[in-house]
């Protein structure tokens, strides 16, 4: 099993900045891929960015140019970087981990863009 633990959430304006991080713990393979999904108000969980254990990224095209991921190995976390946010970006931000078939999630942290 694996624990993922979510912090940096909250409530910003439109064109601030936000850096979310994700600690695991437990059963971590050396070889996975990390990353954010993010759900809306009435919507689907949807992909923000992925990272792997090799240090490939992967962006929705909406987050691209404003959003950076990044890991550190030793210390089994993953962290999003997120700047020039938009009311778009509201919504809860999930950090999951996906090694050998296995899905898991953290519990969330709530990103709201306001003014």
């Known amino acids: 099993q694996v624990q993922l633990v979510e912090s940096g959430g909250g409530l910003v304006q439109p064109g601030g900045s936000l850096r979310l991080s994700c600690a695991a713990s437990?059963?971590?393979?050396?070889?996975?891929?990390m990353g954010w999904y993010r759900q809306a108000p009435g919507k689907e969980r949807d992909l923000v960015a992925t990272?792997?254990?090799?240090?490939?990224?992967n962006y929705a095209e909406s987050v691209k140019g404003r959003f950076t991921v990044s890991r550190a190995n030793a210390e089994n976390t993953v962290t999003l970087q997120m700047n020039s946010l938009k009311p778009e970006d509201t919504g809860v931000y999930y950090c999951?981990?996906?090694?050998?078939?296995?899905?898991?999630w953290g519990n969330g942290t709530l990103v709201a863009v306001a003014s």
């Open positions: 437990g059963s971590i393979r050396s070889i996975n891929i």
């Open positions: 999951k981990d996906v090694q050998y078939g296995a899905n898991y």
């Open positions: 990272i792997s254990s090799g240090g490939f990224t």
